[in-house]
C-alpha cells in the first residue's frame, strides 16, 4: 500500500536547487533506503515527508507530495508529524526520565491516565526492543543510558505517539559496531508495521536492511529498485560508482 506519493518534486533554498524534479512512491511494511554523497539531496528528500524544510529560511517547493493520497500542505501540520515521526542521527533524549521521555509526546496529546500511559509506554519500550534493558530503571534519567539506549529510547518515543510512517536520518551514524546491529534489527521488525524511511551514507547498511533502494545525486533521483538489483545490477553507471566507492 503507498503512503507517500511523490510527483514532480522541486525543492530550493533561495537560489540554491537541492532536490530536482523527484518523482516516486513509498510504501507501507518495507525500508526504503536513501543513499547518495553529501550535498545529494537526501535529508533535504527526508524532511520533505513531514515538512521540516519549512523552518528553513528561503525555503520554496514546486510539486506535489501525497500522504495517503492527501497533499501535506493541506493537512493540518501537527497531525502530520504525529503521523510521520522522524529519528535523527544523534540521540536525542530529553533532560527527563526514561519513562517520562515516552510518555512526553502521548501527554502532549492530552493522555494523561496513568494506566494508559503505563501501557503506551511498555508498549512502545518493547517495540524499540529496549523494554528489557530498562524495566527496572525507568524513573532514572535518559541520560544514564549508553548511547545506542538512548537510541532506541528516541525511536520508542516517536511510537508511543503512534505514527504510520518512521523517518531515519543517519540513525547509527555515532555509534559502535554492537549498537547499530541493535537499531538495525529494530528497523527490521518494526516494517512489519510501518513504512520506514532510511537515510544513510553506509552503503553496507542500505544493502542490509532496505526492501528498495534510492540513489540521490545532486539532488536528483538517478535511480529506485529492489535493493538487491541496486547492489548487484543498476541501471545507471553513476549508481555502480558511488556503490563500488568510485566516488562519495
Known sequence: ??????????????????????????????ILSVIGPANSGKTTFLRMLNRLNELQAHFRMEGTVSFDKKNIRDMDLELL??????????????????????AYGARMHNIREKKKLDGLVEGALRQAYIWDEVKDRLSLSAFKL????????????????????????????????ISTAKVEETMLKLKEQYAIVLVTNNVK???????????FLSGELIEID????????????????????KFG
Open 146 to 177: 549508553s548511547g545506542g539506549q538512548q537510541q532506541r529510547l528516541c525511536i520508542a518515543r516517536t511510537l508511543a505517539v503512534g505514527p504510520e510512517v518512521i523517518l531515519f536520518d543517519e540513525p547509527c551514524s555515532g555509534l559502535d559496531p
Open 81 to 102: 508529524r504525529k503521523k510521520v515521526g522522524m529519528v535523527f542521527a544523534m540521540p536525542m533524549p530529553l533532560p527527563l526520565s526514561i519513562y517520562d521521555n515516552v
Open 226 to 245: 529492489k535493493t538487491d538489483k541496486i547492489f548487484t545490477a543498476p541501471k545507471d553507471k553513476r549508481t555502480e560508482d558511488y556503490i563500488s566507492g
Open 205 to 215: 547498511q542500505a544493502a542490509r536492511v532496505g526492501d528498495r533502494t534510492a540513489f
Open 1 to 30: 500500500m503507498v503512503k507517500f506519493n511523490i510527483e514532480g518534486l522541486h525543492i530550493w533554498f533561495g537560489e540554491v536547487q537541492a532536490i530536482n524534479n523527484v518523482r516516486m512512491d513509498i510504501q507501507t511494511r518495507e
